[in-house]
């Protein structure tokens, strides 16, 4: 693959397959099929850098998850000129144990960068199925409108080589004024006739309730059909403007965002994200377990 192919592909014959394709989803879903309301949960181990790969499989199958949200960029347990080399190790070590990657947290965006082909060539090889994008920032200072079109046509280009390997990519909506996506609105424009196969969102309701306040709901029914990840935490306000993470339960999000992702036909994964502790450092790994297996607690009630 080089850099030039992605221009010779007929964009517009790309966008069709992509939204024949994703109606295929959406009628696979909801004809013939019994909803399960079993959905696989896993848990994002950014906390967890010190472990081996072995012993973080370990203590992970302990605390009953179905897999994790690996970070494979810079400063996670892989680094991305690595991964032919670990990434593998980590998907073993966690096969041993029954766990798999359920989502590949990644420093991509860009499909010129030659480490996204060297990435996703090495993960769509070893079966993961889905990967965090890197986020689009704005530059206050410019057009908001134009930076969001430039961020569709790298979308558009990432989407044509997610679609090539197989792998899906998911874009996060962050709380922050420079983060493309915070308010979900954008989001829509940002993945406008991307398949959901190819980039999904992943949802972060901790996130959405910062920037939505009380009209969360409405921002989640707009961007519904194209959610394929579900992230979970939660945060108090420290003052009236700074947010400030505390365990599930504790904090602002609400109970009634699970009764209506029960209520709804999703049924793809859930990541836990425990990030009121310190991450950075290794002396805090059992605080890190203990938090965990709290908030997984919760969230299950939750769920049930």
């Not at 203590?59 to 970070?71: N, R, T, V």
Request: hydrophobic share 35%.
């Amino acid at each position: 693959m080089t850099k030039k192919h992605l221009a010779a592909l007929n964009r517009r014959a790309f966008l069709a397959n992509g939204a024949a394709a994703s109606t295929c989803l959406f009628m696979n879903k909801v004809i013939g099929q019994e909803r399960t309301n079993s959905y696989p949960f896993c848990v994002f181990t950014k906390p967890f850098n010190s472990l081996s790969f072995d012993e973080l499989a370990e203590k992970i199958s302990q605390l009953g998850f179905d897999g994790i949200e690996a970070p494979i960029r810079s400063g996670g347990h892989v680094e991305p000129e690595t991964v032919h080399e670990k990434l593998p190790e980590l998907h073993e070590a966690l096969s041993k144990k029954g766990l798999e990657i359920t989502v590949m947290t990644s420093d991509i965006n860009d499909a010129d960068d030659p480490l996204t082909e060297k990435v996703l060539r090495t993960a769509s090889a070893l079966g993961i199925k889905r990967y965090r994008m890197k986020y689009f920032h704005y530059d206050t200072a410019k057009s908001i409108q134009m930076q969001l079109a430039d961020f569709h046509r790298q979308a558009v280009a990432l989407a044509e080589m997610n679609h090539e390997f197989g792998i899906q990519g998911l874009y996060q909506n962050h709380a922050g004024k420079n983060y493309c996506g915070a308010a979900i609105w954008d989001l829509d424009t940002l993945l406008d006739g991307i398949s959901p196969i190819d980039i999904g969102v992943a949802y972060d309701i901790r996130h959405a309730t910062v920037e939505g306040g009380t009209s969360w709901p409405t921002t989640w029914k707009m961007i519904q059909p194209r959610v394929q990840t579900v992230y979970v935490k939660d945060f108090q306000w420290e003052g009236s403007e700074r947010p400030s993470n505390v365990p599930l339960g504790e904090g602002r999000v609400s109970k009634s965002f699970f009764d209506l992702l029960r209520a709804s036909d999703y049924q793809g994964p859930i990541s836990l994200h425990e990030e009121y502790l310190d991450h950075r450092d290794p002396n805090l790994v059992r605080d890190h377990l203990k938090a965990i297996e709290h908030d997984f607690a919760k969230l299950r009630s939750w769920m049930n």
